[in-house]
């Protein structure tokens, strides 16, 4: 079973900006379709951005449009990364970075593998 690393993770000031990264033990480019979910303390996982198989087609949540972008590594194709900018404090969670088999799921029960996540935190 593939198995992912999440990491990135900082404490930063309200409009600044992390790049996340995501490394699989497996190839991922054309196995599988990637997603960034998070989840704050007390609230469930949520979607935040995910990249189909082929790498052709990228989704965001609204709260992710026009701040977040991912993107996958041209040449280490199990390296997946999410850059973060103008960071708000509802920005705080821990971050994941699940694969699906197939297509990008909003729902996170789809996902069956879940790598440790990297901790994220913004300070107002």
């Known amino acids: 079973q593939a198995q992912f690393l999440e990491s990135g993770g900082d404490v930063v000031q309200a409009g600044g900006s992390l790049r996340l990264s995501c490394v699989a033990s497996?190839?991922?480019?054309?196995?599988?379709?990637m997603a960034w979910f998070r989840q704050a303390p007390g609230s469930d996982r949520e979607f935040v951005a995910g990249v189909s198989r082929d790498g052709s087609t990228t989704f965001y949540a609204d709260s992710a449009k026009g701040r977040f972008t991912l993107s996958r590594d041209s040449t280490h194709f199990n390296t997946m990364y999410l850059q973060m900018n103008n960071l708000t404090p509802e920005d705080t969670a821990v971050y994941y970075c699940?694969?699906?088999?197939?297509?990008?799921?909003?729902?996170?029960?789809?996902?069956?593998?879940w790598g440790p996540g990297t901790q994220v935190a913004v300070s107002s």
């Open positions: 497996v190839r991922i480019t054309g196995n599988y379709a």
């Open positions: 699940p694969a699906a088999r197939y297509d990008v799921q909003r729902d996170p029960s789809e996902y069956p593998s």
